[in-house]
């Protein structure tokens, strides 16, 4: 696999690991018994901190492309074992 690859696919990780971690530790103005300031959303987050963010994201991201990548060296799982057509279609007579 190519160095470009892999940082191309590993980018990718980290973006959906980023969406995965957003939305855990943060606390909103209800959890904190506070009123949001004028023109703030209730919903909006007391506590927000990218910094946080980009390193849990960056510790999952890490962690998914090593078994993805282990997968791709050692092929635990190919694209045959994923063909559940295949699977389920009868034998041939």
Known sequence: MKITSILAIYCLFWVMSAFVVLPFGVRTHADEGSQPEVGHAHSAPVNFSPRRIAKRATILSLILFALFYLN??????????????????????
Request: aromatic share 18%; charged share 25%; glycine share 4%.
């Open 72 to 93: 791709y060296t050692f092929g635990w799982v190919t694209v045959d074992d994923l063909d559940i057509v295949q699977r389920f279609r009868p034998p041939p007579r």
